[in-house]
């Protein structure tokens, strides 16, 4: 148990269909991130928000849009998704400035979504 | 250019025996961190160790430490005692410029596997 929780563990969607994953931690940080993990490619950095202000969007299609309500809650929501989509989605955060260390992320157990 | 390379896809240890996990990055920074996570099949990611690029020496955690060569850029992961439990998926990272600044950017990983 990392203090970060992703809800669903598992999703199967249509792609007409509209989705939301969920992301909560209770650890005091300040900085929240959405990565997406497809099979043998490395983690995909896709948002990142500090301090509730989203400061990072890696080139991600539209279809997926983010929201960070307040500094312990991040969400993804989905809507007319493609096959190529499916992959494990994988929330973290992290302690944002300061000193450099302990700032290691702490990763939730991730979202597996299949686009069907 | 890839800013993390690991190139071993998968590696096979004896239990009880130690093995390296290798890694190398690239960065014109001079201020950043490495990270090395473990994914085991559940999926969530799990912080492992962490190395300051102005460390003196190489951390340690455990049954786990650093093997860092500034000059090659690597930053080598060393597990002794191999364990059954250590079998994952086990990914380097890293962070550039000070603080938290910068964001985390993960290698492909390498896949253990720990025989009885």
Known sequence: ETGVTQTPRHLVMGMTNKKSLKCEQHLGHNAMYWYKQSAKKPLELMFVYNFKEQTENNSVPSRFSPECPNSSHLFLHLHTLQPEDSALYLCASSRAGGEERNTEAFFGQGTRLTVV | ?116
Not at chain 2, 25 to 45: A, H, I, R, V
Not at chain 2, 54 to 75: C, H, V, W
């Open chain 2, 1 to 116: 250019a890839q800013k993390i390379t690991q190139t071993q896809p998968g590696m096979f240890v004896q239990e009880k025996e130690a093995v390296t996990l290798d890694c190398t990055y690239d960065t014109s920074d001079p201020s950043y961190g490495l990270f090395w996570y473990k994914q085991p099949s559940s999926g969530e990611m799990i912080f492992l160790i962490y190395q300051g690029s102005y460390d003196q020496q190489n951390a340690t955690e455990g049954r786990y430490s650093l093997n860092f060569q500034k000059a090659r850029k690597s930053a080598n992961l060393v597990i002794s005692a191999s364990q059954l439990g250590d079998s994952a998926m086990y990914f380097c990272a890293m962070r550039e410029g000070r603080g938290s600044q910068g964001n985390l950017i993960f290698g492909k990983g390498t896949k253990l596997s720990v025989k009885p």
